[in-house]
């Protein structure tokens, strides 16, 4: 510490005996060192001294060194040392962090310096190709310090860096040497600040991607041992993540690659796994390399891209990989969920993948398919919520496009089947009428895939037959779960019922006709759409059972006696009422649930109480819904143009009805439209107006860091400020007078003004001729004289 001190007197001199300079004077005269003296050494201590200072006074730092800091970048490059405090200077005061040391001067500042400084460094974008150009400098004290300064104000303005860095040349490639240095230091926070570049960027991930990135990431992480590697092989995964996901251009560019192969060795698991076991970075690992896969065979992707991924993965052994881990002892639950939704997404649509798939047997004593020990794990109220999601989903994938897998899962539920052993069907069977309502969910929208643009499965399921009680007479799975709907109390289960009653009646007559001879069944979803109490989740049930009833007159084959397609539109008309009715179906796509289980195949939910909807119910909803409205006469009737006298009594009243609801739509559209114009144009006037305010506030937030560090120069004790201040009130209201001075002169000259136009309209009346310029202010003049 003593050396400390005495190396700064030697740059700043002694002080005055019996005084101590600030920290705001210490950094004044080191800027002031820095940019006056002649002697390399000199400036090269001082700015030493100025990166030592700049954590505790980061605001007298920047506001007074930043143009000199980087003016010493561009002269004095030559000497790596005084770069290099530069550097870790600028690094500083840019951070967005705030230091320990800096928050003992307790500068009560609320605005982050390190970002107006950050936006400050960077307006001239010539900053920033300065700093990169220093990655060219192999010394270690140069080169590091330039990759943390791009990481800081990458940091903070992350799309104005990414904008510099792509027009400036060989920008990319520069970074992307970084990731050979064999200095690991340097290359880790080069990755680290590769992860942040790429964040958000097409172009750059194309780039980065076109840069031989994939090779030299794949070297990183077999260097450092794979997935049982450290962090750093972690952030190699989160950098590919980066160029690959929702970059068509960047994955097909991977598979092309042959990268997909480099992944296998990854899912090799020790034989001596269960005594090793997982490290909390090994599961880092896992789960990113999991991902990795994940995001080449998304549904999101395009359909050729995914089928040619999923090949690829089938043929180089790494769906194999993948069921090894499914079926191994001792896997910690996060990485086995997220295989298992991997799992899905490689088999999803590719039928030689769902048949492998299929194949897999389970290490159990008997041995067990693996789609029946995942399925036990679903019904299971003690497994992990997450993990029956994943079971759920990965079980649609295997069903996804695959009618022989839709054939083989019901074909184990007739009568004819003879397997003893525990099979799907059964599993599913059971789930449907447990007493916990996420299992039925479960097996019921599980159930509903086996039906899925099959008509064939929905008559085969038509024939299981189910024993409810001991001695009577055996009864149909649909019959069972229209009696299950009228006798449960849980609101999830009967939704789940109900969403797999309705695949199962769309299109197929055969099915509504034995929904419609259970006892009590249209009377229960009369009741449900006609009641007028509810919550918010009520609403779905209600509307899901306006949906069935729909279902019945939408593929209704009259041979129910009583249930015909027009008495059952009369039912709906008188009990429940066509706005109501129509009002009720409606609740569906308007809830909040709809919205979010509408958007992607794979459920996401946090809790239990969340599911509700799903996925390929919300696609036959949005198809069904005309279909229905269609059927009931509604659409048919004004899309023909009938009149109302060529109509029943009947018709012509649910014409009128819906003529009153069309003029009110029509009516609240209008206006809906009025108030979005009058909002677009306001929009256009705002946005107009914050772009001033912007480039105001940027100047006015410059002008402020800068008037605040040099509020800080002087000690709190100097008298000095509040002189300053008291000259600016003095000159504010010197100013104010002038003004106010200039105010009443103007009226004065306004006056005159007045008065003189009036005198040279009286001269003319009078014959006098009246000159233009001065000539006239003179003659009006001399003529007022006389």
Not at 314 to 327: D, G, K, Q, T
Not at 489 to 512: E, F, R
Request: overall charge negative; hydrophobic content about 40%.
């Amino acid at each position: 510490m003593e050396y400390f001190r005495s190396g700064l007197k030697s740059v700043l001199g002694a002080p005055t005996p019996g005084t101590q300079p600030t920290g705001a004077e210490t950094v004044e005269r080191l800027v002031s060192r820095v940019s006056t003296s002649t002697l390399l050494e000199d400036r090269r201590d001082a700015c030493r001294a100025l990166k030592a200072l700049s954590r505790k006074y980061r605001l007298e730092v920047g506001a007074q060194g930043m143009d000199v800091l980087r003016q010493v970048l561009e002269l004095d490059r030559s000497d790596c040392e005084i770069i290099g405090y530069c550097l870790d200077t600028l690094c500083n005061i840019t951070s967005k962090e705030v230091f320990e040391e800096e928050s003992e001067t307790n500068l009560n500042i609320k605005v982050n310096v390190g970002e107006q400084f950050t936006e400050m460094f960077i307006k001239n974008s010539e900053n920033v190709t300065l700093v990169l150009s220093f990655l060219e400098e192999y010394d270690f004290r140069v080169r590091w310090p330039a990759v943390k300064l791009l990481t800081s104000l990458l940091a903070s303005k992350p799309k104005e860096i990414q904008d510099v860095i792509l027009v400036s040349p060989m920008g990319v490639s520069k970074l992307m040497d970084l990731l050979v240095e064999s200095r690991e230091v340097i290359r880790n926070d080069a990755l680290l600040l590769l992860i942040n570049l790429t964040k958000s960027n097409a172009n750059i991930q194309k780039i980065v991607a076109f840069e031989n990135a994939f090779d030299r990431l794949f070297d990183v992480i077999r260097e450092e041992g794979f997935t049982d590697g450290g962090i750093v092989v972690e952030d190699c995964m989160l950098l590919m993540l980066n160029l690959l996901k929702n970059n068509t251009s960047n994955i097909n560019f991977f598979k092309e690659g042959s990268y997909i192969q480099k992944l296998a060795p990854m899912f090799i698991l020790p034989d001596n796994l269960e005594e090793v076991g997982w490290s909390p970075q090994k599961v880092s690992n896992m789960h990113c390399v999991l991902q990795l896969v994940r995001t080449l065979v998304s549904p999101t992707n395009p359909v050729q891209i995914v089928t040619s991924c999923q090949k690829t993965m089938r043929n180089v052994n790494l769906l194999e990989a993948l069921c090894s881990i499914l079926m191994a002892s001792g896997v910690p639950a996060d990485i086995l969920t997220e295989t298992i939704n991997t799992v899905g997404e490689v088999i999803r649509g590719n039928l030689t993948n769902q048949e492998y798939f299929a194949s897999v047997m389970a290490p159990s004593n008997p041995p067990r398919p693996a789609i029946v020990v995942l399925l036990m794990s679903m019904v299971n109220e003690k497994q992990p919520f997450t993990l029956r999601c994943a079971v759920l989903y990965c079980f649609q994938c295997f069903l996804f496009k695959n009618e022989i897998g839709q054939e083989q899962v019901v074909s184990t539920l007739l009568p004819s089947s003879t397997n003893s052993s525990l099979t799907t069907g059964q599993l599913l069977c059971g789930g449907l009428f447990n007493t916990e309502s996420l299992s039925s969910w479960f097996s019921a929208v599980a159930l509903s895939h086996t039906l899925i643009e099959n008509p064939a499965q929905k008559e085969q399921l038509l024939r299981v037959l189910l024993a409810t009680n001991l001695g009577s007479q055996p009864v149909s799975l649909l019959h069972q779960c229209a009696v299950f709907l009228q006798q449960t109390t849980k609101l999830q289960a009967k939704i789940g019922i109900l969403m797999l009653v309705a695949m199962w009646m769309s299109y197929c007559p055969q099915a509504v006709q034995v929904f419609l001879g259970v006892p009590g069944a249209m009377a229960f979803l009369t009741a449900q759409t006609s009641a007028s109490e509810f919550d918010n989740n009520e609403e779905i049930l209600q509307g899901l059972c306006a949906f069935l009833m729909g279902l019945c007159v939408a593929f209704n084959d009259n041979t129910v006696q009583n249930y015909s397609k027009e008495n059952l539109s009369q039912l709906i008309e008188k009990r429940v009422g066509i706005e109501t009715y129509c009002t009720k179906l409606g609740e569906i796509s308007r809830h909040e649930n709809y919205a979010k289980a509408a958007k992607q195949p794979q459920i996401r939910a946090k809790h239990s109480s969340e599911l509700l909807l799903e996925f390929e119910f919300c696609k036959l909803f949005k198809a069904l819904e005309p279909v229905i409205i269609k059927a009931l006469g509604v659409q048919r009737d004004l899309s023909n143009g009938m009149s109302e006298l060529s109509l029943s009594e009947h018709e012509n009243a649910l014409l009128l009805q819906y003529k009153e609801l069309i003029r009110d739509q029509d009516k609240k559209l209008q206006e809906v439209n009025k108030s979005l114009s009058n909002l677009q144009r306001e929009n256009q006037d705002l946005k107009g107006q914050i772009e001033e305010l912007r480039q105001t506030n940027s100047q006015l937030q410059d002008q402020n860091t800068v008037l605040k560090a040099q509020m800080q120069l002087s000690d709190p004790s100097n008298e000095r400020i509040k002189q300053l201040e008291s000259e600016l009130v003095e000159k504010d209201a010197e100013l104010e007078r002038l003004r106010k001075d200039q105010d009443d002169l103007l009226e004065l000259l306004t006056d005159q003004d007045t008065k003189l136009n009036a005198f040279k309209n009286r001269l003319k009346e009078l014959g006098e001729t009246v000159e233009d310029g001065d000539s006239e202010d003179n003659s009006v003049g001399s003529d007022n004289d006389a």
